[in-house]
């Protein structure tokens, strides 16, 4: 770990005034909050759909393996047809964006919403390219 690392300092991004963590920053966060004596965390991901260029994506984190109960989930839907980055990697695109939620609701990251920076990102450029259809 980098002495500069803490988990007190959590890294943002200003989107139209607001802070966001990026799915990366979340990722760092859990590895940084595992105590040595722990075996870890746990991220599971599952593919609920794919058709038609659609994807839907189910994260599972469990901070702590010992303590499996205490899990949290996020969900995410991408298409392959909206955006450049889904065009090619909508799939993974959809994974991170669902580990990026379950991050959020198990607390890691969400400095001022759940959604991640990632997230709103893909959102505001899924928008913008609707705008000039």
């Known amino acids: 770990m980098n002495m500069n690392d803490s988990l007190d300092t959590v890294k943002t991004i200003s989107i139209r005034g607001k802070q966001y963590v990026t799915v990366a920053e979340r990722l760092r966060q859990l590895h940084l ?3 040595n004596d ?3 965390p746990s991220i599971d991901t599952k593919i609920v759909y794919a ?6 994506v189910k994260a599972t984190v469990i901070p702590d393996v010992t303590q499996p109960d ?3 989930t996020g969900h995410a839907k991408e298409d392959e047809s909206k955006g ?3 065009g090619t990697s909508a799939l993974e695109n959809c994974e991170t964006s669902a580990i990026g939620r379950a991050l959020g609701n198990a607390g890691y990251g969400s400095a001022e919403s759940i959604a991640s920076a990632n997230e709103v990102m ?3 450029h899924q928008q913008n390219t609707k705008k000039e259809s």
């Open 84 to 86: 450049q980055i889904n």
């Open 38 to 40: 722990m075996p870890g």
């Open 51 to 56: 058709e038609g260029g659609v994807y839907i």
């Open 70 to 72: 205490c899990f949290f």
């Open 122 to 124: 893909n959102a505001m």
């Open 33 to 35: 909050s595992v105590n």
